[in-house]
């Protein structure tokens, strides 16, 4: 189970934090991910933290956005800085338990295991 919260209301330019905690007790062994979804749009990859600890952001948040996973928490994170109006969507946190743990790149929506209900960002222009 996935429990994403922080989303918010914010001005252009300000910072966010998501939260998202995982029940398992196998969380350190998932690739864990924040998607979003935008009115309209389809639900698109913003950061990865695979298990190995590898990190990977979309072109749209890189240099933005920040993952990053405390595993004696079972939470991983998404530090959101120099918010655009584009980012206003749903966010959401997914984990893939299934693969070989060694893959790379960026996580794929259609192959996340578990999903969290969303967490609604709000950047005003």
């Known amino acids: 189970q996935l429990q994403a919260s922080g989303g918010g209301y914010v001005q252009a330019g300000g910072s966010l934090r998501l939260s998202c905690l995982a029940s398992?007790?196998?969380?350190?062994?998932?690739?864990m991910g924040w998607f979003r979804q935008a009115p309209g749009k389809e639900r698109e990859f913003a950061a990865a933290?695979?298990?190995?600890?590898?990190?990977y952001y979309a072109d749209s948040v890189k240099g933005r956005f920040t993952i990053s996973r405390d595993t004696a928490k079972n939470t991983v994170y998404l530090q959101m800085n120099s918010l655009k109006p584009e980012d206003t969507a749903v966010y959401y946190c997914?984990?893939?338990?299934?693969?070989?743990?060694?893959?790379?790149?960026?996580?794929?929506?259609?192959?996340?295991?578990?999903w969290g209900k969303g967490t609604l960002v709000t950047v005003s222009s």
């Open positions: 997914a984990a893939r338990a299934s693969g070989s743990g060694y893959e790379v790149g960026p996580l794929s929506p259609a192959g996340m295991d578990y």
């Open positions: 398992a007790r196998t969380f350190s062994t998932y690739d």
């Open positions: 933290v695979r298990r190995t600890s590898n990190i």
